[in-house]
């Protein structure tokens, strides 16, 4: 079964400052893919960045990107320059072979102006 | 295109009725996917379909729920009887394919029952 775990229930950035936000999953299949979505307040999950396993290059979306060890499934996310607006809940999500999203329980991003 | 489209937006019933949740897909998109949002289990995949056809329902709580796509443009998730402990929040989501494809998620229904 594929599982994806956030341990950290929350984190708090200054803005302008940089944040990382970590994910680790399990799966036994070879070709996945990864996803990191946000949340805010008004509740829309929007896409913010994928990763397909089979590439070794880290993805890059403009302030986001990600920090890909395949060895040791671990997906996190970095953001750049935080901005007010990224103040958000954020969910690590993977999906194989059988088309399911799995996600993690999401982190709480604040951003202290 | 409008993206996504779920009705209603907020629905509060009474214990032991029947509620329907709605969802119109994006055009084009063969996967259809519903998923529930509850503090304490986070989000969870319900069933999906691929072009109309239901894959797997393993998600689904238990009989009091189904769902149904009866055309490419329309789903629904029925409850029941509803219970109190099926207050959350209800999304739909539609892919073109699926894989690395974004899933586009509606703006969700939160379901209250009392």
């Known amino acids: 079964a594929q599982t994806v775990t956030q341990s950290q229930p929350e984190m708090s950035v200054q803005e302008a400052e940089t944040v990382t936000l970590s994910c680790t999953y399990d799966t036994s299949e070879s070709d996945y893919y990864l996803f990191w979505y946000k949340q805010p307040p008004s509740r829309q999950m929007i896409l913010v960045i994928r990763q397909e396993a089979y590439k070794q290059q880290n993805a890059t979306e403009n302030r986001f990107s990600v920090n890909f060890q395949k060895a040791a499934k671990s997906f996190s996310l970095k953001i750049s320059d935080s901005q007010l607006g990224d103040a958000a809940m954020y969910f690590c999500a993977h999906t194989g072979a059988n088309s399911k999203l799995t996600f993690g329980k999401g982190i709480t991003l604040s951003v202290r102006p | 295109d409008a993206g996504v489209i779920q009705s209603p937006r907020h629905e509060v019933t009474e214990m032991g009725q029947e509620v329907t949740l709605r969802c119109k897909p994006i055009?084009?998109?063969?996967?259809l996917f519903w998923y529930r949002q509850t503090m304490m289990r986070g989000l969870e995949l319900l069933i999906y379909f691929n072009n109309n056809v239901p894959i797997d329902d393993s998600g689904m709580p238990e009989d009091r729920f189904s769902a149904k796509m009866p055309n490419a443009s329309f789903s629904t998730l029925k409850i029941q009887p509803s219970e109190p402990r099926d207050s959350a929040v209800y999304f739909c989501a539609s892919s073109y394919g699926t894989g690395p494809n974004e899933q586009f998620f509606g703006p969700g229904t939160r379901l209250t029952v009392l």
């Open positions: 055009s084009g998109h063969d996967y």
